[in-house]
């Protein structure tokens, strides 16, 4: 498969690990190289060990699309009505709603999508793909990704030989976009913060808003509003995972207006009010979340910026 470039490797803090007696996460981050730059969140390897076989429930919060594989129990996936299990390789579409999983022992690959690269490499509109997912090796959109099965399922095969693997037919697979300057444009300026009405984002990116609704449902898969909206949830979200102890009152982004607005965007993005979310325990995702922060800069895919700066 050829020998990996320096672009593979990660510093020996780059790995994470949380344990209790249950369970133990490791969790390591890798920087897609140069050619893919504005395309992918990451690159990450995520392994999961259970004591006894038993197995731990969480939910994943609202996500850009994702696939992933995985080298020994695969996981039970639930989006709104759509539910995956039993697959090997998984994918979803952009999300406004958890993903509740039941996951055993495992190893897996994650690589999420940004909006540039769903436009390079998923040949669908985002918004007919939302709040889905699927055994990717079966459906027709994301079946041409099972061809990185073989090798990113099998756990005896070396890491620096799946990232070679990877890289090689993803760059087979990507194939350029004309939309890409407004998608990047669109991104950096959603990502930004600065902006929380669709008419402000729309002149930021110099396009009318006609225009911005066109590209977001292409590319993004909500409309301006809503992605706002999840922006904004997902920064709140994101500050109370990572502050642990902390009441919700200190985690809501300044831009909600009070409690009671809060209360009724997180209960729409996680169906469940946020007092019964905190009271659950969330033994994957806030481990995976501290290490994403502290690692990779950003705890959530949809904070990440579009383009990572140099380390």
Not at 37 to 49: I, P, R
């Amino acid at each position: 498969m050829g020998e990996p470039s320096g672009t593979f490797r990660v510093r020996a803090e780059d790995e994470s690990r949380s344990d209790d007696s249950r369970y133990l996460v490791r969790s390591r981050f890798y920087n897609p190289p140069p050619q893919f730059d504005g395309c992918f969140t990451t690159f990450y390897q995520f392994a999961f060990d259970c004591e006894d076989g038993t197995s731990i429930e969480d939910y994943l919060q609202p996500e850009w699309g994702n696939i992933r594989f995985f080298g020994h129990s695969a996981p039970r996936a639930k989006i709104g009505d759509s539910v995956a299990e039993g697959a090997r390789f998984t994918a979803t579409g952009p999300s406004s709603l958890p993903c509740e999983f039941r996951l055993s022992t495992t190893r897996m690959w994650g690589i999420g999508f940004l909006p540039l690269g769903w436009a390079r490499f998923v040949d669908a509109d985002a918004v007919d793909l939302t709040n889905s997912v699927c055994d990717g090796a079966k459906h027709p959109v994301f079946s041409k990704f099972d061809c990185l099965s073989d090798v990113l399922c099998d756990p005896s095969i070396s890491t620096e030989d799946q990232l070679a693997f990877l890289h090689e037919n993803l760059e087979r697979l990507m194939k350029p976009n004309r939309d890409e300057p407004k998608i990047m444009r669109i991104h950096t300026a959603l990502v930004s913060g600065e902006h929380h009405v669709v008419g402000d984002l729309a002149a930021q990116c110099g396009m009318s808003i006609r225009t911005l609704e066109r590209m977001c449902h292409r590319y993004f898969g909500f409309t301006p509003k809503l992605l706002l909206r999840r922006q904004r949830f997902m920064r709140s979200l994101s500050s109370f995972m990572l502050q642990q102890g902390s009441r919700w009152t200190e985690a809501m982004d300044e831009e909600y207006h009070d409690q009671a607005q809060f209360t009724r965007e997180f209960t729409q993005f996680m169906t469940m009010t946020p007092s019964k979310y905190a009271s659950l325990d969330h033994p994957i995702l806030a481990s995976f979340m501290e290490a994403r922060a502290r690692v990779w800069g950003s705890a959530a895919q949809t904070l990440d910026q579009p383009v990572r700066e140099a380390d």
